[in-house]
């Protein structure tokens, strides 16, 4: 298989490495040697490296300063955890968001839940998700809540690709879920905001831990 579009090579080798990933093609603790790969992709080295590195970023693969790089899929286990942690943390910075939620805020959270409902490619649904719960919880006023979400959230790269490569993403369940957070907002019913919030995460680690 050869690449071709120099400029975004590295691009394309990413993407081809992360569709060999959540297919299966390439287990869990699997080397991903350099030479070969690019051997195999008609490329040089230098866009495999770039590729690694953009998958490292999304919590696909580790770089190891001995193995070098190696497939990364989560356990159940570590899954569980790293959600348990952000239901806590995300909770609140909702429950602090509704508590001074003003009107004018809403228009632009309710645009990106009007635009993952339509169904974009995972890269971009990916994207909206992370922008419309990033934007609530900046309205909280607790910024060292907000950081320490936002590197949790950094860190849950890997499950939310699994998640939306699945055949069966919840499309309807996860917009109803995400119209219920801010409608709970827009109310300033802090409590509700809370328990919506924390259904969206315990829901979302059930459905992908049965795919782990």
């Known amino acids: 298989m050869a ?5 975004t090579v ?11 990933i959540l297919a299966g093609r390439r287990a869990p603790g699997d080397k991903l040697r350099q030479v070969e790969i690019a051997r195999a992709l008609g490329v040089s080295t230098t866009p495999v490296r770039e590729a690694l590195a953009a998958l490292q970023r999304e919590g696909l693969v580790r770089l ?7 497939v990364f899929l989560p356990s ?11 239901a806590a943390l995300e909770s609140l910075a909702a429950a602090k968001a509704a508590e001074c939620f003003e009107p ?4 632009p959270l309710q645009a990106l839940i009007e635009e993952m409902w339509e ?3 995972a890269p971009r ?3 909206l998700n992370q922008r419309f719960h990033t934007q609530l919880y900046e309205r909280s006023g607790r910024p060292q809540l907000v950081e320490m979400i936002a590197a949790l959230r950094d860190a849950s790269s890997a499950y939310l690709h699994i998640y939306r490569a699945q055949d069966d993403f919840p499309a309807a369940r996860l917009d109803l879920e995400h119209r219920a957070i801010l409608t709970a907002c827009i109310e300033r019913d802090p409590e509700r905001a809370a328990h919506a919030t924390r259904v969206h995460l315990e829901n979302t680690v059930e459905h992908v831990a049965a795919r782990l």
């Open 119 to 121: 169904g974009p490619p």
């Open 76 to 86: 159940v286990d570590d899954l569980r955890e790293h959600y348990e942690i952000r």
């Open 125 to 127: 649904y990916i994207e």
């Open 104 to 107: 004018d805020w809403a228009a």
């Open 10 to 20: 590295a691009g394309q080798v990413a993407e081809f490495l992360k569709g060999e």
């Open 64 to 70: 190891h300063p001995q193995r070098g790089a190696v």
């Open 3 to 7: 690449l071709t579009a120099p400029r």
